[in-house]
């Protein structure tokens, strides 16, 4: 680290979730072994880890922890029930019992899929999360959700398990490939949206300085700080999505579906920048949603390289049908969080999410179609 990124690393910040640690400070990777033995004394670790991530970041820790690393092969292909059990076989197969920690390194499908692997072992083990892209640092690796994919769609098989720790190091974007840490813009827009506007205006005025592969300190640790404050403030209120964490899935109900019918070839982030112009028109059209607020989310996803548009191939019959198995569906009809003007969400009563006719549904997918 350079001089001015110790100075940084100085002005970093923990917050209380939970139970969980949330640890954002620049460097802080280089601590990930010793938190872990911090959190969960006498705990035998495991770490686990993508084939990507595993030797630029994993290795390291495992490595000073003493400890085995799993890896997998890279991508959201991984989140399934057969990686979960494939995981869980290799604990099993090394008879590592109720002390153990699973130490998950490495991006939002890397923390699902090892969070849920520890979700699961042996009824529960504690897992730290050591999140290395944009998406799990400000979302994925922080609030307790872990899970797999299935053919039906995203996230749909998974449980709640808060870790003991989240560590955060903002200097891990400088290695991030440039279209994972713009995919990951798009979960810090939606942060913008949905409860903070003065960090959307902040993005729009540095999207170039938040673009480049020399991502200054400053830059990142603000990047991602902002965004973890409004992720903890928002699960704080409510740990297991009875309500107001419903905001957080603002473009998620269009998005997952998007993501499902691309076979995943959109990142996470991606389809969410998609979901996040559809339902925001959506709420337009529904009138909650001031005008010109989803030309203003699209404009700031199109300056950071996101897309914003439905793909002519993505059928809107396949788009609602998806959305009718949605987590957030109630009696097979999909509910959207919905933004009121920049910054505030409609609380919809306390509900946080409301169900729409089916036809403004299609006319909000058909007003964005490329
Ligand atoms: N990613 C949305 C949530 O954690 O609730």
């Known amino acids: 680290m350079t001089e001015r990124d110790v100075a940084t690393a100085e002005r970093g910040r923990e917050f209380a979730l939970h139970g969980a640690r949330v640890i954002v400070r620049a460097g802080a990777l280089a601590d990930a072994a010793a938190l ?61 019992g109720r002390d153990t920690v699973v130490v998950a390194v490495g991006g939002g499908v890397c923390g699902d899929l090892a969070g849920f692997v520890a979700a699961t072992y042996l009824r529960g083990v504690p897992v730290v999360q050591v999140p290395t892209s944009l998406v799990a640092m400000i979302d ?31 200097l891990a974007l400088r290695t991030l490939p440039d279209v994972h840490r713009r995919a990951g813009m798009a979960e810090a827009i939606k942060h913008g949206v949905i409860a903070d506007e ?19 300190a400053e830059m990142a640790q603000r990047l991602v700080l902002d965004s973890v404050a409004v992720k903890v403030q ?8 009875g309500g107001r964490r419903k905001i957080l899935n603002f473009g998620h109900t269009i998005g997952h579906a998007v993501e499902h019918l691309s076979k995943y070839e959109l990142l996470h982030g991606e389809a969410v920048a998609i979901g996040m112009v559809a339902e925001a028109r959506l709420g337009e059209l529904a009138g909650y949603t001031l005008p010109g607020l989803a030309d203003d ?60 006719d089916e036809s403004l549904l299609r006319e909000a997918i058909a007003a964005v179609r490329s």
Request: charged share 20%; proline share 6%.
């Open 234 to 241: 928002v699960v704080a209120s409510d740990e297991r999505e």
């Open 140 to 170: 994925a690796a922080i609030g307790g959700k872990t899970g797999v994919d299935t053919r039906h769609g995203k996230n749909l098989v998974g449980a709640f398990h808060q870790p003991a720790a989240v560590l955060v190091d903002p």
């Open 36 to 96: 872990t033995r911090e959190v969960a004394p006498g705990c035998r670790p495991i770490v686990i880890a993508d084939t990507t991530v595993a030797p630029l970041h994993a290795a390291p820790i495992a490595a000073a922890l003493g400890a085995e690393l799993l890896t997998f092969a890279p991508g959201e292909a991984s989140k399934t029930r057969q990686q979960w059990a494939a995981l869980t076989d290799e604990l099993l197969a090394r008879q590592l």
């Open 198 to 216: 003065s960090y959307f205006h902040w993005m729009a005025a540095h999207g170039a300085a938040l673009l480049a592969p020399a991502l200054s």
């Open 297 to 356: 989310v699209a404009a700031l996803c199109g300056a950071l390289g996101l897309p914003v548009t439905i793909d002519a191939a993505f059928a809107s019959d396949d788009i609602v049908a998806l959305m009718r198995g949605d987590k957030k569906a109630r009696g097979g009809v999909a509910a959207f969080a919905l933004p009121l003007r920049l910054g505030e969400m409609n609380d919809a009563d306390g509900c946080y999410a409301l169900s729409l």
